[in-house]
């Protein structure tokens, strides 16, 4: 589990300022994903990319911004925080089945 | 697009009981039905999958059931333990498209000693 990580795991930030979470895979998966867990809500898939420079859009894109320049980065951008968006952001990345998780970021917006 | 519902939210059981949760989909064309466990204040693993040839898949304490025709999968856990404890998630995907799953609202199993 060390070949994926995500820094910060904790930020406290405020309402309209931009932060950027940072998810890092050691594996060269070609797939890479991002995941917002809220209670009652489970898992649900904000961005995916399928190589470097392919991104699309998951279940809740709005708000958020992407970018994969290289196959082992895949950083999340909240361009704007808002409060609806205090949550625990997941990273994962796959091959092709099995989607291996990185430890979470807690993202707190005041 | 895909949409799964998964039952109960919350599950408690002797140790030593079996614990069933259940899970259904609305994309017929979803072919890899995968569970995740997820530890309080951990990341989720992959701790069974299933793939639409097979209808029952085993690996110790753990089982996956799936029914293609009513759209629906299980996971049967047996002689459950407290470590056991943990809150379970399913989910669906087409095979072989990069693993972009929907996943389950998450079951939250708790095993009493």
């Known amino acids: 589990d060390a070949g994926i990580t995500q820094s910060p795991r904790y930020k406290i930030t405020e309402t309209g300022r931009q932060v950027t979470l940072m998810c890092h895979q050691t594996w060269s998966h070609s797939y890479m994903f991002w995941y917002r867990q809220d209670l009652g809500h489970g898992l649900r898939l904000i961005y995916y990319?399928?190589?470097?420079?392919?991104?699309d859009k998951g279940e809740v894109p709005d708000g958020y911004v992407v970018s994969r320049s290289k196959t082992e980065n895949f950083p999340l951008t909240l361009e704007s925080a808002t409060r609806s968006q205090t949550s625990v952001y997941f990273c994962?990345?796959?091959?092709?089945?099995?989607?291996?998780f990185g430890p979470g970021t807690r993202l707190t917006v005041l | 697009g895909e949409n799964v519902e998964q039952h109960p939210s919350t599950l408690s059981v002797q140790e030593g009981d079996s614990a069933v949760i259940k899970c259904t989909y609305s994309?017929?064309?979803?072919?890899?039905f995968p569970w995740y466990k997820q530890e309080l204040g951990k990341r989720p693993q992959l701790i069974i999958d299933i793939r639409s040839n097979v209808g029952e898949k085993k690996d110790q304490r753990i089982a996956v059931t799936l029914n293609k025709t009513a759209k629906h999968f299980s996971l049967h856990i047996t002689e459950t333990q407290p470590e056991d404890s943990a809150v379970y998630f399913c989910a669906a995907t087409l095979y072989n498209q990069g693993g972009k799953l929907i996943f389950g609202q998450g079951t939250e199993l708790s095993v009493k000693p």
């Open positions: 994962a990345s796959s091959e092709l089945d099995e989607q291996f």
């Open positions: 990319s399928a190589a470097a420079d392919i991104t």
């Open positions: 994309d017929s064309a979803s072919n890899y």
